[in-house]
């Protein structure tokens, strides 16, 4: 990586069924997105997360791969299987928290809705992924992870300016 190179970061919000991954090439430029499901029992997927995984990062190739750095219990496992699959692959791995997150749209003073809605206008290729605004009995639309993994990049790039 030169100066004039862009840094890559992989961003992931890890769910207890799924994750959302954001890929940047520096701060203005999202190169790829997505959610990947990982659900066990009548439903399962035929590939498990811990194949996605590897496949992610040698598909997308990130310089830094970026986390949320408290997560519930029942997510660990799989942080532990991405914070190891990076660094087996010299990526560094690094846990940015959900109030860092919460501080750098702080301006905005909104709710995750609206923090999606200020990200899908920064990047109108997400606008098609938005999901409706929820109501306080709706479970949250898998789709949001895609905008908090977003979130969590761009907090990184944050730091790093």
Known sequence: MTPSTPLRVLSFDV???RFGFAMFEGPDELLDWGVKNFRNGVNAVKVP???????????????VVVIEK??????????GTITRLAR?????V?????AAVRKRFAHQKQNKHAI???LSRRFPELAER???KRKAWQSEDYRM?????VALGLTHFGRQS
């Open 15 to 17: 769910r207890a069924s």
């Open 49 to 63: 997360a811990s194949k996605k995984i590897p496949s992610l990062l040698s598909e997308l190739r990130p310089h």
């Open 70 to 79: 408290s997560l519930p219990r029942e997510n660990s496992p799989l942080v």
């Open 88 to 92: 087996k692959q010299n990526v560094p």
């Open 94 to 98: 690094r846990p940015v928290s959900r």
């Open 116 to 118: 999606a809605m200020i």
């Open 130 to 132: 938005l999901p409706p």
């Open 145 to 149: 992870s895609i905008f908090d993994a």
